[in-house]
């Protein structure tokens, strides 16, 4: 099942994709489940598709795509989780995941303009899938980790990096309004299947600039969410965007920076293609 926020007519809802349309289930349930986020929480996803029969349809087209989650609790980045992307940035070997966060007002949807800032002309793509939590736990175990997940998405990092290297924390340079897009859909773990095989590739204009496999994550999913179960209580909706592959901008020669016109996609394999054209901030 693939399950989008969008906004349609002005109004935000939530629903089930298929056939080249939403079935707009939030309008049939938003007096008891009025987002996404509600409906994970309530573990209503199978109510979900049920009442996706009855609910209007609306062409894709019609749509303004949100971010999946657009109101998560927290979103948590793991950075430098691909040897090669390790390498380019000359990091250390670590033995335990790198995290920094974003907010969700950094967050923009599918076909949405990615923003370059004013202040900075260094700004960078990031693909990356996204772990969609479906629970709220803490302390998870390994071996439970993959039961707390409501879904993955596409997920694009855009970083501002002079930003992001004003100081060794990532924060700044990664929370930049309109720089991380998240979408077009959740897709739930059944239509995935086991994680490993699945391939992500981020094209800037086409051109393949990062493409890996997701089993060559250094610390893989169920790692991430027991550490992260360990420090923080993770929420229903909380989002682990779960690190990128090397190729990078920054460290080609010349670095390839985005600019306005460009247009980045990041796809991966059973999850979706996520894309955005680059516009620069008004």
């Given at each position: 099942?693939?399950?989008?926020?969008?906004?349609?007519?002005?109004?935000?809802?939530w629903g089930?994709?298929g056939?080249?349309?939403?079935?707009d289930?939030?309008?049939?349930?938003?007096?008891?489940?009025?987002?996404?986020?509600?409906?994970?929480?309530?573990?209503?996803?199978?109510?979900?598709?049920?009442?996706?029969?009855?609910?209007?349809?609306?062409?894709?087209?019609a749509?303004?795509?949100?971010?999946?989650?657009?109101?998560?609790?927290?979103?948590?980045?793991?950075?430098?989780?691909?040897?090669?992307?390790?390498?380019e940035?000359?990091?250390?070997?670590?033995?335990?995941?790198?995290?920094?966060?974003r907010?969700?007002?950094?967050?923009?949807?599918?076909?949405?303009?990615l923003?370059?800032?004013k202040?900075?002309?260094d700004?960078?793509?990031?693909?990356e899938?996204?772990?969609?939590?479906?629970?709220s736990?803490r302390?998870?175990a390994?071996?439970?980790?993959?039961a707390q997940?409501?879904?993955?998405?596409c997920?694009?990092?855009?970083?501002?990096?002079?930003?992001?290297?004003?100081?060794?924390?990532?924060?700044?340079?990664?929370?930049?309004?309109?720089?991380?897009?998240?979408?077009?859909w959740?897709?739930?773990p059944?239509?995935?299947?086991p994680?490993g095989?699945?391939?992500?590739?981020?094209?800037?204009?086409?051109?393949?600039?990062q493409?890996?496999?997701l089993?060559?994550?250094?610390?893989?999913?169920?790692?991430?969410?027991?550490?992260?179960?360990?420090?923080?209580?993770l929420?229903?909706?909380?989002?682990?965007?779960?690190?990128?592959?090397?190729?990078v901008?920054?460290?080609?020669?010349?670095?390839?920076?985005?600019?306005?016109?460009?247009?980045?996609?990041?796809?991966?394999?059973?999850?979706?293609?996520?894309?955005?054209?680059v516009?620069?901030?008004?």
């Amino acid at each position: 099942m693939k399950l989008a926020s969008f906004l349609h007519h002005g109004t935000a809802s939530w629903g089930v994709v298929g056939d080249g349309v939403i079935h707009d289930v939030g309008a049939v349930l938003r007096g008891r489940l009025p987002d996404l986020k509600a409906a994970i929480a309530a573990g209503a996803l199978n109510a979900a598709q049920q009442e996706s029969a009855g609910a209007a349809r609306i062409a894709l087209d019609a749509i303004e795509w949100l971010p999946v989650i657009p109101n998560p609790d927290k979103i948590l980045c793991i950075g430098l989780n691909y040897e090669e992307h390790r390498k380019e940035t000359g990091r250390s070997v670590v033995g335990n995941p790198t995290i920094f966060t974003r907010f969700p007002n950094s967050q923009t949807g599918h076909l949405a303009p990615l923003i370059r800032p004013k202040v900075s002309t260094d700004f960078d793509y990031e693909g990356e899938l996204a772990v969609i939590i479906g629970t709220s736990c803490r302390h998870v175990a390994k071996d439970a980790a993959y039961a707390q997940v409501a879904g993955y998405a596409c997920y694009n990092d855009g970083s501002v990096r002079d930003w992001q290297r004003h100081t060794h924390q990532f924060t700044p340079g990664k929370n930049f309004v309109g720089t991380g897009p998240f979408g077009p859909w959740m897709v739930t773990p059944d239509e995935v299947g086991p994680i490993g095989p699945q391939r992500l590739v981020t094209r800037v204009n086409g051109a393949v600039v990062q493409d890996a496999r997701l089993e060559e994550m250094l610390f893989d999913i169920p790692t991430q969410i027991a550490y992260c179960s360990t420090f923080t209580r993770l929420e229903p909706g909380d989002v682990i965007a779960t690190g990128t592959p090397g190729g990078v901008g920054a460290k080609r020669t010349p670095p390839l920076w985005l600019k306005p016109g460009d247009v980045v996609e990041v796809e991966i394999d059973r999850v979706g293609l996520l894309r955005n054209p680059v516009a620069d901030e008004t």
